[in-house]
T-cell receptor, first 113, second 113 residues
Framework: DAKTTQPPSMDCAEGRAANLPCNHSTISGNEYVYWYRQIHSQGPQYIIHGLKNNETNEMASLIITEDRKSSTLILPHATLRDTAVYYC??????????????FGSGTQLTVLP | DSGVTQTPKHLITATGQRVTLRCSPRSGDLSVYWYQQSLDQGLQFLIQ???????AKGNILERFSAQQFPDLHSELNLSSLELGDSALYFC????????????FGPGTRLTVL
């Protein structure tokens, strides 16, 4: 699976949009971009995933650049409960390849009151 | 609530002992994954089972073993425990064996004294 690069930490004011970047310049055509978050020692929580097109769900939006080498997770109105480590993971769709999620260091997002 | 349950929440034991961690996947999910999260290693994939059979192995020690039962719950057995085995152990489940989204349980915190 392609390697990802994320900033180690970010701050965001409560109520504002949080934009978390992820670089995955070696991504290949059959690899999805997944985002998970982990709130202090809790189980990682699935947020969203996408292949080529932008995606939106009740939690967040995922913007993937046209060349797919980077993406941005957007939390539209961050709350204090969004303070967590956010992981960007690239995962292949090819059957027979690695099935597990490979977690990096992630981005520690701190939402400030 | 992801629908994945893990027991116990906390486990304290001594070096050399053996423990069993239990995971019940979400209803309808056939795949179970085990991950270990220690302070210095981050989240590491251990092993995956799909419909009762082992499908993928990660950085799982020989002292550790797992199985998935006919009712699809899974157990992770850790033996000859060492201080370094102290960690959070997470179980995740997904519908299929490869690319489906994984949903994580709340974890078991193991402390080896």
């Amino acid at each position: 699976d392609a390697k990802t690069t994320q900033p180690p930490s970010m701050d965001c004011a409560e109520g504002r949009a949080a934009n978390l970047p992820c670089n995955h310049s070696t991504i290949s055509g059959n690899e999805y971009v997944y985002w998970y978050r982990q709130i202090h020692s809790q189980g990682p929580q699935y947020i969203i995933h996408g292949l080529k097109n932008n995606e939106t769900n009740e939690m967040a939006s995922l913007i993937i650049t046209e060349d797919r080498k980077s993406s941005t997770l957007i939390l539209p109105h961050a709350t204090l409960r969004d303070t967590a480590v956010y992981y960007c993971i690239v995962r292949t769709t090819v059957s027979g390849s690695a099935r597990q999620l490979t977690f990096g260091s992630g981005t520690q997002l701190t939402v400030l009151p | 609530d992801s629908g994945v349950t893990q027991t116990p929440k906390h486990l304290i034991t001594a070096t050399g002992q053996r423990v069993t961690l239990r995971c019940s996947p979400r209803s309808g999910d056939l795949s179970v994954y085990w991950y270990q999260q220690s302070l210095d290693q981050g989240l590491q994939f251990l092993i995956q089972y799909y419909n009762g059979e082992e499908r993928a192995k990660g950085n799982i020690l020989e002292r550790f073993s797992a199985q998935q039962f006919p009712d699809l719950h899974s157990e992770l057995n850790l033996s000859s425990l060492e201080l370094g085995d102290s960690a959070l152990y997470f179980c995740a489940s997904s519908v299929g064996p490869v690319v489906d989204t994984q949903y994580f349980g709340p974890g078991t915190r193991l402390t080896v004294l």
